[in-house]
């Protein structure tokens, strides 16, 4: 029977890498307690190290937020339009209905 492999989320990896980069622990200590090969640990401990700097980078999604809201808003108030517009059509006789 084959194995499937195991799936980690994102903050289990970072709270892997977050013990080894405080280096309390040896990797074979971090191995054996969180269940990880040792090299695993320090592939995510690498991968954490280069991707810390997005952490400071200025958050750009923030200003497409208000964008996006207006969006959603103008797609309701089409969808209010439409539904009225069909409703008075079928009411006309013009429309057959769809019951």
Known sequence: ???SRR???????????IAALLERET????SERFGI???IISKWKQEFLK???R????????????EIDKLYSKIGKLEVERDFLEKAYLMSGLGKSAK
């Open 55 to 66: 952490v400071f980078e200025k958050d750009e999604g923030s200003g497409n937020s208000v």
């Open 7 to 17: 799936k980690f989320s994102a903050s289990f990896k970072a709270q892997v890498a």
């Open 37 to 39: 090969h040792p090299n």
């Open 1 to 3: 029977m084959k194995k």
């Open 27 to 30: 990797l074979a200590e971090l």
């Open 51 to 53: 991707n810390s700097s």
